[in-house]
């Protein structure tokens, strides 16, 4: 393969290929995304990652492994201690989470943080459990629109979520209130990874609807990442959908937000046309929210075979001198107990016009390998504080 001048990396949010040998400690017994996803519909189409070798990895009901896949393929396993989505897309460009992040899944937020918290912004806190965004919305919206109360509620996910009408909360007082929140998570035993403003519109119950003005404000990766070394070497770095929150900022030249995955692909798409130099780092993240949380396989299915659509659409635009990779940051078996992420293996896809071989790689021991591999294409190093090891030299 020759050297690439843009590297395409799309995380399919959730999308994971089989359960880690560690999943019993996170109660992840048997799960497996994508293999379930395909047992569990009638019919199931996605030529182009079939293409690309995703049966290769993991058996899938209806879509059969091939014989020469385009590219490499490989299993990727987590070395971090979590199965969130920061500490996935975090690993992805080198970092390895030690400790997990804080969840308040069970109970809602201690009473400290929440009075602290009503005390700061001047809103009554209302809510405060592990919910659905949609459902909480509403459930109290109404009260909210009716009050000035504000909606704070939290998931599986390491998050706090506070809820604002546009029309009534106002967007940039729901954006200071998260402000605050954020500032208040930063205490050890309240830190969340992120907290995620969650705007909507609507006055009265079934004409709720989120709008997307969604702000995530996340914690600043501990370390350089690959991110880092890729702009502070001048090249470009620019992030679709949630990456710029997830790395709050960090490492990246420019950013587009999404309003689906759908509309992810689509940017991702009009960005293949675009002359650059570096990376172009994608997040698909309706596969994690309205699917994999909701238990909803069939809604997954659907979401999968309307990217691969789009896939096929973005490969047709590949140059010679493009790489393109495709992974997910953790699990999220939408036929699993509950509702939590699933710790899990995540696919590795590596395809150029270029390649002249092909074929399965040894599994990974961890995401890292991605970065380690975009910085070795441009001639750079990881961190030292960083992990992964580079497999270019395996992409012929």
């Known amino acids: 393969m020759k050297q690439a001048k843009r590297v395409f990396v799309i995380v399919i949010d959730s999308l994971g290929i089989g359960a880690m040998p560690d999943g019993e400690k996170f109660g992840d017994v048997g799960v497996n995304t994508l293999g379930h996803i395909s047992e569990s519909v009638d019919t199931f189409r996605i030529p182009a990652l079939q293409k690309l070798g995703i049966a290769n990895l993991t058996h899938l009901r209806q879509v059969p492994a091939l014989e020469e896949p385009l590219g490499y393929q490989a299993a990727l396993r987590e070395r971090s201690n979590g199965k969130d989505t920061m500490t996935g ?36 806190v209302i809510g405060n459990k592990s919910a659905s965004g949609t459902e909480i919305i509403e459930e109290l919206g109404e009260e909210e629109i009716a009050t000035g109360h504000m909606i704070v509620y939290t998931s599986a ?36 990874g992120r907290v995620i403003a969650r705007p909507y519109v609507g006055k009265k119950r079934g004409e709720f609807e989120r709008t997307s003005n969604r702000h995530d404000y996340a914690l600043k990766p501990p370390v350089r990442t690959a991110l880092n070394v890729l702009k502070d070497s001048g090249l470009d770095v620019i992030s679709v959908g949630k990456i710029k929150d997830i790395f709050d900022g960090e490492g990246i030249t420019e950013a587009y937000k999404s309003q689906s995955s759908v509309h992810g692909m689509e940017q991702t798409i009009e960005l293949a046309d675009k002359d650059f130099r570096g990376l172009c780092f994608v997040n698909l993240v309706d596969f994690d929210a309205k699917w994999g949380h909701r238990r ?35 699990g999220n078996d939408p036929t699993y107990t509950g509702t939590d992420h699933t710790r899990e293996k995540v696919p590795f896809l590596a395809y150029s016009r270029s390649m002249e ?40």
């Not at 109970?107 to 943080?113: D, I, M, R, V, Y």
């Open 157 to 192: 996910d390491s998050v706090l979520q506070i809820c604002g009408n546009e029309e009534t909360f106002d967007l940039q007082e729901l954006y200071r209130c998260c402000e605050i929140a954020r500032e208040l998570t930063m205490k050890e035993e309240w830190r969340v």
């Open 89 to 124: 897309h975090w690993e992805i460009m080198g970092v390895e989470t030690k400790k997990p992040f804080k969840t308040f899944t069970e109970h809602g937020f201690p009473k400290e943080l929440i009075e602290e918290l009503e005390k700061r912004t001047g809103h009554k």
């Open 296 to 330: 909803n396989p069939e809604g997954y299915a659907e979401e999968l075979e309307k990217f691969d659509e789009k896939l096929a659409v973005f490969m047709e635009k590949l140059r010679e001198d493009d790489l393109l990779i495709i992974t997910a940051d953790h």
């Open 357 to 396: 071989g092909n074929g399965m790689l040894p599994e990974q021991d961890t995401f890292a390998v991605i970065g380690a591999t975009i910085l070795d294409n441009f001639g750079l190093s990881m961190p030292e504080e960083t992990i992964g090891t580079s497999l270019l030299s395996c992409l012929k």
